[in-house]
């Protein structure tokens, strides 16, 4: 079994930061990507950011120069550095990991439960 659990959410006002992590556990042999999305009300879930084993990082348009992705392979963690943060980000912000169990075996993508950001003007 592998568990993503993101923790960092809370109440913030416009302009101020938030720094929201997540840990994986259970049955890990590696992960490859890692990734950030997130999810308004009555909205589709949106890509925020994802970062390979590697480091390599990818944002959305409307968080670059914002936001940081960062990770340690070795805890198994991401982690999403927000600052300058807009009412219209109030979102649940969930983490999410291509884990591979064993050795040869296949990727599955493996989602956290959500961590609600709620940014106040």
């Known amino acids: 079994q592998v568990q993503l659990v993101e923790s960092g959410g809370g109440l913030v006002q416009a302009g101020g930061s938030l720094r929201l992590s997540c840990a994986a556990s259970?049955?890990?042999?590696?992960?490859?990507?890692m990734g950030w999305y997130r999810q308004a009300p009555g909205k589709q879930r949106e890509l925020v950011a994802t970062?390979?084993?590697?480091?390599?990082?990818n944002y959305a348009d409307s968080v670059k120069g914002r936001f940081t992705i960062s990770r340690d392979n070795a805890k198994n963690t991401v982690h999403l550095q927000m600052n300058s943060l807009k009412p219209e980000e109030t979102a649940v912000y969930y983490c999410?990991?291509?884990?591979?169990?064993?050795?040869?075996?296949?990727?599955?993508?493996?989602w956290g439960q959500g961590t609600q950001v709620t940014v106040s003007s």
């Open positions: 999410n990991g291509d884990v591979q169990k064993y050795s040869g075996g296949v990727y599955y993508r493996y």
């Open positions: 970062i390979t084993s590697g480091g390599t990082t």
């Open positions: 259970g049955s890990i042999f590696s992960i490859n990507a």
